[in-house]
Structure formats: structure tokens, C-alpha cells
């Protein structure tokens, strides 16, 4: 019943056209980076206050850093509101609800579809950075990031590998703020622009919650602490908390009142 509910949301999320042209302009961004990486010179950035020359060792995370704006402000909102709402204010909603599924079912599965497509989309844009990385920068065998930490390849590849799955985790976070509001708003361009409020009003709240408006500058900051208590104590937090109240207001929504 599960794998039939999770294979019916990917269905309609690619039958959608947005998700089919915002995936495209995506790949197409993740192409232009890379133009623009050379039309830098070759220099990117950790964060505003520290530049740094793209090698082959460090190319995966400076090219998130290029697109993690688009990835936190346009595609998942846009994809979460199409998901969340969309489905709701077109009717297409109900046509699945009168089907005997448990509603949690269908929330723990939009959302699982969701994470699902930013999860491809950071695997694309790992694997073009890795790759093109190693065949057209400068080849080097240790390269340093932000806070003086040396590296050889390994090392490299694990800070890569443990860069993007931070990364992830405030995707998930943002899909989960993002699904609240859906549900909440009357329609998807209202779901949207409550979801960008949302994300912008909470550097206002706390700097602590900045990392929402600077996703890659926060996670190199991060990464460069010895003992960073982020994950634990801020970020986790957030996700349980946003799943319990995404599950209450999933539950009380009157879905075909």
C-alpha cells in the first residue's frame, strides 16, 4: 500500500510541468556556474569575507555554494507549494483521498518525495562538481577550507561528502517549513511567498537561524569549529518539531469539506 501511495505521488510530481521546467532551469543554472566559475578566474568564496581558488579537491562544495540560493529560495518552495497545495487547490487531492489511504501515509509520503528530489538534485550537482573538478581545475593534492583545515583527496572527499549532507539536513528542514504553510495558505503563490517570508524573517528571529538565508556559508562556518554542536542542538531540534507540527495540521486540514 505504501510503495503503490509513493509511487502514485511521483508520478503526478513529474507529470507536473513546473517540476519538469524547474528542473530544467536547474540544470541549466549547474552548467552557467561553471561559466562563471572561469569567468571569476577561477576564485569562488566560503562566505563573504574569505575567497579561495577552486582546485580539484574543492570544486563539489563551491558549486553548492553557487546554487544552494536557488535550491532554498525557488526550487523547493516552488516544488513543496505545487505539492502541499497545488494538488488541494486543483482538485487533484480529493480524487486520492477517496481512496481508502490513511492520511499520515500520504503526508509521510509527499514529504519523503519531496526530500527525494532535492536528495537527486544535490547528487547531480555533487557528482558534475567532483567530476569536472578533477578533469578541468588545477590539480592539486591537498587543498584547505575555511578555518585552515588541510586536506588530502580522502579528506577531501569525506568534508564533500559531509558538507553535502549538512546541506541536505536544511533542505529537509526548509521542505518541512515549507509543507506547514502549504497547508495553511489558501493557494500555492500565497504557500510560496509565506514559505520565502518564513525563511527570511528568521534571520530576524535569531542569528542563530541564519543558516536558513545562507545555507553553504553556515555549514563552512560550521565545518570549520573543532567541535560544532550544530546538528544536536539547533538542527535536529527544528526538523522534529516541524514534523510533529506538520502532522497536526496535516490531520485537522479538512481535506474535501
Not at 34 to 41: A, I, K, L, T, V
Not at 128 to 156: D, K, W, Y
Not at 157 to 167: A, D, M, R, T
Request: hydrophobic share 55%; proline share 3%; net charge positive.
Amino acid at each position: 500500500m505504501m510503495t503503490g501511495l509513493f509511487v502514485s505521488e511521483l508520478e503526478r510530481t513529474f507529470k507536473r510541468k513546473k517540476t519538469a521546467v524547474v528542473l530544467g532551469v536547474y540544470i541549466g543554472l549547474l552548467a552557467f556556474s561553471w561559466f562563471f566559475f572561469f569567468q571569476r578566474g577561477g576564485i569562488s568564496f566560503f562566505d563573504a569575507a574569505h575567497d579561495v581558488k577552486i582546485d580539484s579537491l574543492n570544486s563539489a562544495p563551491l558549486l553548492l555554494r553557487d546554487l544552494s540560493f536557488v535550491i532554498t529560495f525557488i526550487v523547493i518552495p516552488m516544488f513543496v507549494a505545487d505539492s502541499f497545495n497545488g494538488e488541494y487547490t486543483s482538485g487533484a487531492l480529493r480524487m486520492v483521498l477517496i481512496r481508502p489511504h490513511h492520511r499520515l501515509k500520504l503526508f509521510f509520503v509527499k514529504w519523503a518525495v519531496q526530500c527525494l528530489l532535492v536528495f537527486i538534485i544535490l547528487c547531480i550537482t555533487w557528482v558534475v562538481g567532483t567530476c569536472l573538478g578533477r578533469m578541468v581545475m588545477p590539480h592539486v593534492n591537498e587543498t584547505t577550507f575555511l578555518g585552515g583545515q588541510t586536506v588530502g583527496t580522502i579528506g577531501a572527499l569525506l568534508y564533500s561528502l559531509k558538507f553535502y549532507g549538512i546541506c541536505f539536513c536544511i533542505f529537509i528542514a526548509v521542505i518541512s517549513i515549507g509543507s506547514i504553510l502549504s497547508v495553511l495558505m489558501p493557494n500555492s503563490i500565497l504557500s510560496y511567498v509565506a514559505t520565502i517570508g518564513a525563511l527570511i524573517g528568521s534571520v530576524y528571529v535569531s542569528d542563530k537561524l541564519s543558516f536558513f538565508f545562507s545555507v553553504t556559508d553556515s555549514v563552512f562556518r560550521e565545518l570549520s569549529k573543532p567541535n560544532s554542536e550544530f546538528l544536536v542542538n539547533l538542527l535536529f531540534p527544528i526538523l522534529f518539531i516541524s514534523l510533529i507540527i506538520n502532522l497536526f495540521v496535516w490531520k485537522k486540514k479538512e481535506w474535501v469539506g
